[in-house]
């Protein structure tokens, strides 16, 4: 008959198994000491655990039970790389609901302190979700018959028909990688992300209305990712309003390569860039989506730009609105939110309240001076209306 320390180093089947450890037990041997054998000859996982584990238990192991050094046996489960699954599926006999009925003591710890739940969450933070190692299937239907593919597919297209309007509202960001994190889930399951609403109905109306326009982008493209840079395999759709810009600025770049230059023809088509004085240049977003191009609140919103930092870029001594390029089209944005408004040849901050437009001065009554200036701001204002400026 073979050993325990025999069986880590020959061929292990479900029927040595249990005829060594059953040896060990009519032996006199406790079963917390049979099962410390059994992890210290890394028999855990092997075939013939799961009707190990429950033979053991039918002859007295408890989940407090100290299996080595300060760890019970429901410490050592949870926190090794094969726990026990949380519900009955195929092939295994214990599940935790069945260590957890036995009434262990949630409070017991290790000699570092550490509780069950403790290691349970260790094991999480370090990426070794229970469920996963356990053999979850993520296609298996939960009690309702809706399986984790089915909730991931269904999330996914609510955000992509949110995606328009969290553009205009602060935590769009979160939920592009959200999206990310989804379809990097999903090809783990072997599944693919469907198209946001905008490439299912384009692909739609291509097959119903064959032959398909030619400037309209093929289907595919809404799912193309940037092959390199910062932003490498985040979706072209994707990539930030400033980034495009750099690219569209830095001299050669879409000619570098044959990739870069098929990123180009890629973001043509997608109309996210277009042709202008023999250059590409970007394709001006919406206002409400557009963002702070650079500097201290680079990436932010300008509809959420603090506005002590707008009184400060529009400071005469400060300059801020020099003309160039990407100022005057940042300036653009900001007088269409309602965020500032020119004077002149100044460009004055407007109060919180009356910030979002687009406005024209029409709209406001008669002293509408009195709602966009109080105290110093109006007194400022004054000074340089009184001067003809």
């Known amino acids: 008959m073979d050993t325990l320390q025999e069986l880590s180093t020959a061929g292990v089947s479900t029927a040595r198994l249990l005829a060594a450890a059953e040896a060990k037990l009519e032996a006199g041997t406790q079963p917390a000491e049979v099962f410390s054998l059994v992890a210290r000859e890394d028999l855990i996982g092997t075939e013939g655990f799961d009707a190990l584990e429950a033979l053991l238990l039918q002859h007295g192991l408890h989940p407090d039970s100290p299996v080595g050094g300060s760890y019970s046996y429901l410490h050592y ?72 593919v089915q909730l991931f597919k269904a999330r996914y297209a609510e955000l992509c028909r949110l995606a328009d309007g969290l553009r205009s509202m602060e935590g769009d960001t979160g939920h592009c990688d959200l999206r990310a994190a989804i379809r990097q889930s999903l090809e783990l399951c072997g599944e693919k992300a469907p198209l946001p609403p905008a490439a299912t109905a384009a692909a739609a109306a291509a097959a119903a209305a064959p032959p398909a326009d030619p400037a309209a982008p093929a289907p595919e493209l809404w799912t193309a990712k940037m092959p390199l840079g910062k932003y490498g395999v985040r979706r072209l759709t994707e990539l930030p309003g400033s980034y495009l810009g750099w690219m569209c600025r830095e001299p050669g ?16 088509a997608l109309g996210l860039v277009r042709h202008e004085a023999g250059g590409l240049v970007v394709v001006a977003p919406d206002s409400h989506a557009a963002r702070m191009p650079f500097g201290k609140y680079h990436e932010i919103l300008l509809a959420l730009v603090p506005a002590d930092y707008l009184a400060w870029m529009c400071r005469v001594d400060v300059g801020f609105f020099d003309g160039s390029p990407v100022k005057v089209e940042l300036l653009r944005h900001l007088v269409q939110l309602g965020r500032v408004r020119q004077v002149g040849n100044l460009v004055v901050p407007c109060m919180r309240q009356l910030r979002y437009g687009p406005y024209d001065e029409d709209w406001y009554p008669e002293d509408y001076d009195d709602y966009y200036y109080t105290g110093e701001e109006y007194e400022e204002y004054e000074e340089y209306d009184d001067a003809g400026v």
Not at 111 to 138: D, I, N, Q, Y
Not at 253 to 268: A, G, Y
């Open 77 to 148: 489960r949870l926190a090794s790389e094969h726990p026990p699954p949380c519900r009955p599926c195929e092939g295994v006999q214990v599940t935790l609901e069945d260590l957890l009925a036995l009434g262990p003591n949630p409070d017991l710890r290790t000699a570092s302190g550490a509780t069950a739940l403790h290691l349970m969450v260790e094991r999480l933070l370090k990426r070794c979700a229970p469920p996963h190692l356990a053999g979850f299937s993520p296609t298996a239907p939960d009690a309702t018959g809706v399986t984790v």
């Open 253 to 268: 770049f879409f000619e570098s390569s044959p990739q870069t230059r098929e990123l180009r023809e890629r973001l043509l």
